[in-house]
């Protein structure tokens, strides 16, 4: 659902990634769940549908906006948004709401049989992208519409930005291609590839693949909004027609969401994010084996 549609050039190699404590959380509840309902001491095993279909995916999307709109989620990005105003913390909170909303998807998610964990959402994303693929255009745009709807609240909510502001940040899909190249070319400037693999380079190994990969993907990450998409004067989301700071980043983001699937806004993104990753020193067929066997 929206972790496919969520990317930002930031976060569309590097956000899906759910923290390994938060998705351990849910597991061991719905674990601990199916132990108390069986009634027999067996075991009870769930097993994820093997493709998804309209009422499927419009009730995944009813499900996680109620819960983001009323729920546990909602709890959770209010208290993200209390800490709102400082560009420094804006990575951190980002990602703090990336697990909140990962989090309960993966708690919707879990009720139709897929393992609560990020091969779940990875086999549900497939899902998506098969029933996409064999939808007749009706259907793809209202899925499409409902996908991008529970984004919003999901951003309204975490940085106190209404509804309507969000809706008059809307770009055509010319502008939005316009605001990409520009995006897709300080991605890859050399400035920002340097100042990526400087930092990544100063980094000292831990022994850990994993965890020696993830500190790279937070100076990818912090170097993006930092330097890419805030830095400069104008800064890169004002020379796109955006807020200055946090705002405009906030709107930028709603409209990659928006057009992301547009195959020239994915080659834009795509191929900027290929360069940052080798800058960083990430081998990105590494990262992909490593999603799948997650």
């Known amino acids: 659902m929206i972790n496919r549609f969520i990317s930002s050039a930031a976060s569309t190699s590097l956000s899906r990634r759910v923290k390994s404590t938060h998705l351990k959380t849910f597991n061991q509840q719905h674990n601990t769940s199916l132990r108390y309902l069986s009634t ?5 095993t769930s097993e994820p549908p093997s493709a998804l279909n309209k009422d499927m995916a419009v009730g995944i999307q ?9 729920g546990i989620g909602k709890q959770r990005l209010a208290e993200i948004a209390k800490e709102g105003g400082d560009e420094k913390t804006l990575v951190h909170r980002w990602q703090r709401m990336m697990e909140t909303f990962l989090g309960t998807q993966v708690h919707v998610l879990a009720g139709l049989g897929y393992a609560p964990n990020e091969t779940g959402l990875n086999l549900y994303n497939s899902h998506v992208a098969m029933f996409m693929q064999t939808s007749d255009p009706d259907t793809q745009e209202n899925i499409r519409i409902g996908t991008r709807d529970v984004w919003r609240c999901v951003l309204s909510s975490t940085f106190n930005i209404s509804m309507e502001e969000i809706e008059k940040s809307e770009m055509t899909i010319a502008e939005a291609r316009n ?16 100042i990526i693999a400087k930092k990544c380079s100063k980094l000292e190994s831990t022994g850990n693949d994993s965890m020696d990969m993830a500190m790279k993907h937070q100076i990818v990450q912090d170097t993006l909004v930092s330097d890419v998409y805030l830095g400069g004067n104008p800064s890169l989301v004002e020379d796109c027609g955006f807020h200055q700071g946090e705002k405009g980043y906030v709107f930028m983001q709603c409209i990659m969401a928006e057009h992301q699937n547009d195959p020239l ?6 191929t900027a994010m290929m360069q940052i990753l080798k800058s960083a020193g990430i081998d990105l067929s590494a990262v992909q084996a490593a999603a799948g066997t997650k």
């Open 62 to 70: 009813n499900a996680t906006m109620m819960y983001i709109k009323h």
């Open 179 to 194: 605001a990409m190249h520009k995006v897709s070319l300080k991605m890859q400037s050399p400035e920002t590839l340097e």
């Open 265 to 270: 806004i994915s080659q834009y993104i795509g």
């Open 40 to 44: 027999n001491s067996q075991q009870l």
